[in-house]
């Protein structure tokens, strides 16, 4: 298709439109379902490039078709030359400032609510609630729990994991998880919570196998890795998805910390060398201090990892290396049984349909991701990525009647996951990569 003068004129217009400014609104924008006959279609990708629309959700072999955020002043224009291509559209998101208000309303009562026990963990907080919530889940917890640095911020914040087990020798493995790396992704973090205290609880319970789990392996748990990002969400930008760092080109700042991994870094796929793409991978691999801080407290505890889990939302996905290349992992038998297994305990929870498969073959493809990082560098052979709800009606902006459900389903699956690694040889755990590489 030939774009005419005046588009490609306003979409390098929209590259300047790159420094937020605070409390940014979103009145009137809506969110688009663009069904796309292939998800390599070329002529759609390039009018939504035009547009500089915010990509929520890229065509995938389980949905071909894009998710995107349109400003009210260019959905009239840009849905005129959709229909023109002959692109089938319909909006799925009315008004996003409307669902960001409600989704504040029952933040506001349980922060006056903040010491009420397990009603604290169904709402959204701000970073510094979530904070003090956490070191008082460890004061009250103490025996079992004690929180770890492992990383730190742009701004000079601390990145804390919660690590809970019942303490033993140095030589116990580690279940690593980790949310908050997409700083708008609310619902990870919230999790991840929901996860800690229900450990807590089925130990304190005397659960069988969670009392297992805590003798035989050291859970790191980190709620928020990105926590300049996600403090910027409460203050300035609720949909803000990078970091927070030094300003580049056009005044635009932060890198996409899950494109700013050492696995093929400048590879094709869902990344950008424009500072002012949410895709932005940064200028070298680990120039984000996030990503950087965090990967040397983890390569510390290599050969110990039983499993790394990333959480992100959102498409319901429980995803496998690799995201950088439509080769299969060395592991992909292995991967794909335990996810299968892994996304039939999700299902007899709460009734919610998943789906599995590796990043490039299920999603799309991302270069650059903590995922493949852990599986190749760290050799981690059952390294997951999981997508949380929804399927698009809310997309990043998930109610927060949504965290108990969304979190009680993902505990289903980590369960089997733990349940599988509790018991494997050492050897058993190290990817086949590395094994054919000694180290």
Known sequence: MRIPALFVLLGFIRSWECVETRGKRYDGYQVIRVESPSINNTEIGNILHLYEVDIWRNPSISCASFD??????????????????????HSIVTDVQKLIDEERKPASRGRRRRDSGSKFLHVYHPYEEIRRWIRHFARINADIVRLVQVGITYQGRKIIAAKIGVPRGADKRVVWQDGGIHAREWISGASLMWVMKRLVRGYRQAEPDIVRYLQEMDWYIVPIWNVDGYRYTWTSNRLWRKSIGPKGSYGCFGVDLNRNFDTKFTGEGSTSSRACSDVYRGTHPFSGVESLSVSRFLQRKKGKIAAAITLHSYSQFWLYPYGYTHLQSEDENDLRSLSSRVVRAIFASNQTFYMYGSVENLAYQVPGSSVD?????????????????????????????????????????????????????????KSSSCKQRGT
């Open 68 to 89: 995107v955020m349109i400003r009210p002043q260019d959905l009239s224009s840009m849905t005129s030359n959709l229909d023109r291509a002959g692109a089938k559209f």
């Open 373 to 429: 990082w852990a599986h190749d560098a760290l050799c981690v052979k059952y390294s997951f990525a999981v997508e949380l709800r929804d399927t698009g009606t809310h997309g990043f902006i998930l109610p927060a009647r949504y965290i108990n459900p969304t979190a009680k389903e993902y505990f289903e699956g980590l369960r089997v996951v733990a349940d599988h690694v509790v018991d494997l040889p050492v050897e058993e755990l």
